[in-house]
């Protein structure tokens, strides 16, 4: 049974351009989430998705930053225009349900991002 | 109130010794605390979770020990194997909205030697 699929694996970008990641949750699940992991600061949810809705946003740094999530088994994270300092890793994650204790949430392996 | 601090940033451990690893939160709403082992290059993976209604969790080597009173959890790996070696990330969440909101732990780089 194939985990969340996230791509491009790795992305090499000049700042400025636009960049968007993509994300195929577990079939099934109905929660989505969006980190970024930094050395500085660690793993920070971005932003959640339950049955397709956005349900929270706050973690988004700043307006170059947008999610989407038009059906069950696909979401994207864009970021137009980027910088140096979003160079990150970016994880997707899905669980069944509320997660928690119901449902675990299951990363994918990532994208890594550097702007140049 | 939202922070969950975790410590050390990194461990040595020799093979067959005890890893401990600790967090710490101060919100008293969360109801729910993974933890999350990562291999280099790969995406974080629940390894054992625990609910503030115990105070232990053991499944195999790794057990979780919560003081709800400190607010504190913790992560002990016994007979610490160099398969082990990994980034542990501690979280804590509550539900809201219908979705549990993890927030996560700065992490700890595990590595046991041979």
């Known amino acids: 049974d194939a985990g969340v699929i996230q791509s491009p694996r790795h992305e090499v970008t000049e700042m400025g351009q636009e960049v968007t990641l993509r994300c195929k949750p577990i079939?099934?699940?109905?929660?989505l989430f969006w980190y970024r992991q930094t050395m500085m600061r660690g793993l920070e949810l971005l932003i959640y998705?339950?049955?397709?809705?956005?349900?929270?946003d706050s973690g988004m740094p700043e307006d170059r930053f947008s999610a989407k999530m038009p059906n069950a088994s696909f979401s994207t994270l864009k970021i137009q225009p980027s910088e140096p300092r979003d160079s990150a890793v970016y994880f997707c994650?899905?669980?069944?349900?509320?997660?928690?204790?119901?449902?675990?949430?299951?990363f994918g392996p990532g994208t890594r991002l550097t702007v140049l | 109130q939202q922070q969950v601090k975790q410590s050390p940033q990194s461990l040595i451990v020799q093979k067959g010794g005890i890893s401990i690893i600790n967090c710490a939160y101060e919100?008293?709403?969360?109801?729910?605390f993974p933890w999350y082992q990562q291999f280099p290059g790969k995406g974080p993976a629940l390894l054992i979770a625990?609910?503030?209604?115990?105070s232990e969790k053991k499944e195999g080597r790794f057990t979780i020990s919560f003081n709800k009173s400190a607010k504190q959890f913790s992560l002990h790996i016994m007979d610490s194997q160099p398969g082990d070696s990994a980034t542990y990330f501690c979280?804590?969440?509550?539900?809201?909205?219908?979705?549990?909101?993890?927030?996560f732990g700065t992490g700890t780089r595990l590595k046991v030697l041979a």
């Open positions: 079939s099934g699940h109905n929660s």
């Open positions: 998705f339950n049955n397709n809705v956005p349900i929270d």
């Open positions: 919100n008293t709403a969360f109801d729910y």
């Open positions: 994650a899905s669980s069944l349900g509320a997660g928690g204790p119901r449902g675990e949430q299951f």
């Open positions: 979280a804590a969440s509550k539900s809201g909205t219908g979705t549990y909101k993890y927030i």
């Open positions: 625990i609910r503030p209604d115990v």
